[in-house]
């Protein structure tokens, strides 16, 4: 099988072909699968109905499996969360904003795999952002103003002092830790981060986690971070990812914002995600 990938929009995403998942993934493909990560940020595999194995045989292709703090893992695995909603759910949705995961914590993960067990009949969609091409669009007055900026984040759901109210909370089987006094520390990364190996440069800013820009305070930041959220979210940087049975994705958590779509009230979802490291933080945090 030749391994092809078809771009899904003119920004961001690509449908890859000629792989099965199931079997073992050479080093070649492996290499070939970083590529075509690297280049279009969100990658899609339909059909697979990969087991657990498997998808964390894939999730290695990328970088380490991770067991992430702040959220309760499936029991059978540490390293696997089950996103799931039943459908007498009528709460928030798990990841219902923009933002990149877990930005708020020294090392935030590199990527993430998300497989398709259990989906609606309809709804459910995840969107993702281009932050690159966010950053490129950007007007060189602000540029100026956000590279070598340092922007604070917060791990603001599972805190104390940005807490949300308690009906806002998602629920379902996806366990969140909060109340923890650790997760309020202001962490500082750079608002725009350096792909180490393209050299490319990517808006690391989320609406979920940023609270401010170094230097300035909440008030003065909050209209310019909605102003770069609605900038960095825009249709021409976008793309909305249509989840089919057996369908699994890949995205890049360093150069794409995401959104989970809560539409689909009444209808069961499960999804398992697993999600990877590497040790290339350091290096994208490293302005040039
Ligand atoms: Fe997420």
């Not at 996103?83 to 993430?112: C, M, N, Q, T, Y």
């Not at 998602?170 to 923890?180: E, F, L, P, Q, T």
């Not at 940087?237 to 995205?251: D, E, I, Q, Y």
Request: charged share 25%; with cysteine; aromatic share 8%.
């Amino acid at each position: 099988m030749k391994v092809q990938a078809h771009p899904i929009t003119g920004t961001i995403g690509a449908e890859v072909t000629g792989v099965d998942l199931a079997a073992p993934i050479s080093a070649g493909l492996g290499a070939d699968l970083r590529a075509l990560l690297s280049r279009h940020l969100v990658l899609v595999f339909r059909d697979q109905h990969i087991d657990l194995a498997a998808q964390k045989c894939l999730t290695s292709v990328f970088g380490t499996p991770m067991h992430l703090p702040y959220i309760e893992p499936m029991e059978e695995d540490p390293e696997v969360i089950r996103v799931l909603k039943e459908a007498d759910d009528r709460s928030g949705v798990f990841g219902g904003d923009w933002h990149s995961d877990l930005s708020f914590i020294p090392e935030p993960p590199a990527g993430s795999v998300l497989n398709a067990i259990d989906l609606p009949p309809y709804g459910g969609d995840t969107l993702f952002a281009n932050q690159a091409a966010a950053w490129e669009a950007l007007s060189p007055g602000l540029r100026d103003l956000l590279d070598g900026r340092d922007a604070v984040h917060v791990g603001k759901p599972h805190g104390v002092k940005w807490a949300p109210a308690p009906e806002s909370r998602s629920r379902g089987a996806v366990r969140m830790v909060r109340g923890d006094p650790e997760a309020d520390r202001e962490r500082f990364h750079p608002a725009v981060l350096t792909d180490p190996e393209t050299g490319r440069k990517s808006l690391y800013l989320n609406p979920v986690y940023v609270t401010r820009l170094d230097g300035m305070t909440e008030a003065e930041s909050r209209p310019l971070l909605d102003k770069l959220k609605e900038h960095a979210t825009r249709p021409e940087v976008s793309m909305r990812l249509r989840w089919t049975a057996g369908t699994v994705a890949v995205w890049d958590n360093y150069a794409t914002l995401h959104f989970a779509v809560n539409d689909y009230a009444g209808f069961r979802r499960e999804m398992w995600r697993t999600t990877f490291r590497t040790r290339a933080f350091a290096a994208w945090r490293a302005t040039a």
